[in-house]
């Protein structure tokens, strides 16, 4: 459900690592390839993509800056550090999950290593009026 709400839909506030990386999946999907099997040689093709896609969403190019395309396309392998964290949260959300305590967390969760900071996402269709 999340991945079909249109971009113009979602608050002001949303990640631009949301978009980038929605980007980033139509070009996997597209060139058939696996997750992380990208380079920065593939980055005039996404950046053409990312016009395409923002066209057809109604939504501003600037919202998906060149740099984080490049950095997400040139960062292919993991990272113990992050994975540390990003498991640690994962097992959090499922002890919430079998206790029944606690609110778990919405739709995306992303981190971004470069500053340090999670960042939750709700991304819900908006109610009908």
Do not use: H
Not at 48 to 57: D, F, P, S, T, V
């Amino acid at each position: 459900e999340a991945i079909l709400v249109p971009w113009k839909a979602l608050p002001k506030r949303v990640s631009k690592l949301y978009f980038a990386m929605r980007v980033i999946e139509k070009f996997e999907e597209i060139e058939g390839r696996n997750p992380g099997e990208t380079s920065v040689a593939d980055l005039p093709t996404v950046l053409k993509l990312r016009n395409e896609l923002c066209e057809a969403q109604s939504f501003t190019e600037s919202q998906i800056p060149d740099a984080l395309l490049e950095r997400l396309l040139s960062g292919r392998m993991e990272f113990p550090p992050v994975c540390a964290i990003i498991g640690g949260i994962l097992g959090q959300e499922v002890i919430k999950a079998i206790s029944c305590k606690g609110e778990p967390l919405k739709n995306f969760f992303y981190f971004d290593a470069m500053d340090g900071k999670g960042i939750i996402e709700d991304i819900s269709i908006p109610p009908s009026e």
